[in-house]
């Protein structure tokens, strides 16, 4: 029988982890988790400050569609006064995920299924005569015939526009999370980026260092928009909108679409027509020609996500505190240099009057977002995959090419069998494929075929989930 491994301690990998332990199969399911000591939080869910806070209603978040016990119902019991509605803390969802892995994997020990949970990388994948070969960084190996790869987030990537010197000072922080261990005050921050995990680190930075200077600059200077502080109705015509918004013919009719429900429609409020697109975002996206895509990224990407990816209003009202006090500034600009051994120089043009100007900071960061880019990532994993031809990078850099069911393609464009993917390397496809509420659907989706189709078993004997 085809034994199953999942790779890697990520929430997407937990997520297909516990869906396949609850399928009644002889196959044994492997998780490499890497050396993470807090299996299935990612990074998403491993900070431990109680001021990241979810930008999902508690309602809205869970980790296996058939969960044996709601987000809802465990925030209730560990934190008390939450509320269906409310946006709660990060590392909560995290210990969530953590109990409802315990419970599956006991579960699955009641009924005498195969697993392991092997605390290794996935460093290399190779074929073989029974099917991958996967390279572990102990020294051991793993033989399985198909791969799902679910890796989360890959190794940030610096700014081309910063310097060796600037990099190699320490004063230039390519992991956002990683800010507040510093043991050094900085007098001035700058925080490169206005989106979710700006956010997220400039409110960090403020409670570690009351007395920081904070500024933030990103292409457009526009921080996220806010969610409201209950849930609104949907929009009456949702329906006959997401009809029309699949007629389209690209990224810029389904703009002006949007904008005509907007002006027609004044007295709703239009969070509720993005929040109702939800489902038919992927169809968008894959009906756009590659040309439109690349066009939809460079004008209105920035925008979308904006108001696609809200944040909570507790958030942004501290962003908005700091900014009433004088102790943030937000500037949209163009980074056009980072230089220095610390402080470092950092040169601008500003996007009203086109100025330069070169700001100095004891630190800067870089809060730029998830990075998909797999052709330039430091990545052995998926570099061993690009360069042996068994996947090709997404020629826009979000992820790597795959069918919409995640099946990878290869070199030749052919699907590569036994190779899947789930989450944040099918952006390319997808486009939205990295939030909780997605990836859940995705993992059961994925669990239920692999676990009732045996098509690329016969090619390749064994399944492995890189996660």
């Not at 968008?284 to 990224?297: D, E, G, I, S």
């Not at 990075?371 to 990545?379: L, Q, R, S, V």
């Not at 494929?433 to 016969?458: F, H, K, Q």
């Amino acid at each position: 029988m085809p034994d199953i491994a999942i790779i890697g301690g990520g929430a997407a990998g937990a997520a297909l982890f516990g869906a396949l332990l609850s399928r009644d199969t002889s196959d044994a399911v492997h998780w490499v988790t890497g050396s993470t000591p807090r299996i299935g939080r990612g990074v998403a869910y491993g900070t431990s400050h109680d001021h990241h806070l979810l930008n999902v209603r508690a309602a809205g978040m869970g980790l296996y569609r058939d969960a044996d016990e709601s987000f809802v119902e465990y925030s209730a019991r560990s934190h008390a006064g939450s509320r269906p509605t409310d946006f709660l803390p990060r590392q909560l969802f995290g210990e969530y995920i953590e109990s409802q892995l315990d419970r599956r994997i006991r579960n699955a020990e009641q009924h005498g299924r195969r697993f392991a949970i092997v605390p290794a990388t996935a460093s290399g994948i190779q074929p073989s005569a029974n099917g991958y070969e996967i390279v572990l960084d102990n020294g051991g190996t793993l033989t399985a015939g198909r791969v799902v790869l679910a890796l989360g987030a890959l190794p940030p990537r610096p700014l081309r526009t910063v310097s060796k010197r600037a990099l190699g000072s320490g004063a230039y922080v390519l992991d956002p999370w990683s800010l507040t261990a510093r043991p050094n005050r900085p007098r001035r921050l700058i925080v490169i980026g206005t989106g979710l995990t700006a956010i997220d680190t400039v409110i960090s930075a403020s409670i570690r260092w009351p007395d920081v200077e904070l500024v933030a600059v990103s292409r457009h200077g526009l921080p996220p928009f806010v969610h409201p502080a209950l849930p609104i109705d949907p929009f009456p015509q949702q329906a006959e909108l997401n009809a029309m918004l699949l007629a389209c013919d690209g990224p810029a009719p389904v703009l002006a679409e949007i904008r005509r429900s907007f002006h027609e429609h004044p007295h709703v409020d239009w969070r509720s027509v993005i929040d109702g697109m939800r489902p038919i975002n992927a169809k968008l996206w894959q009906a756009f020609t590659p040309r439109q895509r690349k066009q939809f990224l460079r004008h209105a990407r920035w925008l979308w996500e904006s108001a696609r990816h809200r944040v909570p209003p507790q958030s942004a009202e501290i962003i908005q505190q700091l900014r009433d006090e004088g102790r943030l500034q937000i500037h949209a600009a163009r980074v056009l240099d980072v230089d220095g051994e610390g402080p470092l120089d950092v040169t601008v043009r500003s996007r009203d009057n086109q100025l330069v100007t070169t700001l100095q900071s004891d630190v800067v960061v870089q809060a730029t977002g998830l990075d998909t880019a797999a052709a330039f990532a430091e990545h052995s994993l998926v570099s061993g995959l690009l360069r042996d031809g068994l996947a090709s990078a997404d020629p826009l850099q979000l992820g790597v090419l795959a069918e919409p069911d995640g099946r990878l393609i290869n070199a030749a464009g052919e699907i590569q069998p036994g190779l899947h993917a789930i989450g944040s390397l099918l952006r390319g496809n997808l486009w939205e494929c990295t939030a909780m509420p997605e990836i859940r659907v995705a993992a059961d989706a994925l669990a239920t075929r692999l676990n009732t189709s045996r098509a690329d078993c016969d090619e390749l004997p064994e399944l492995l989930v890189v996660g």
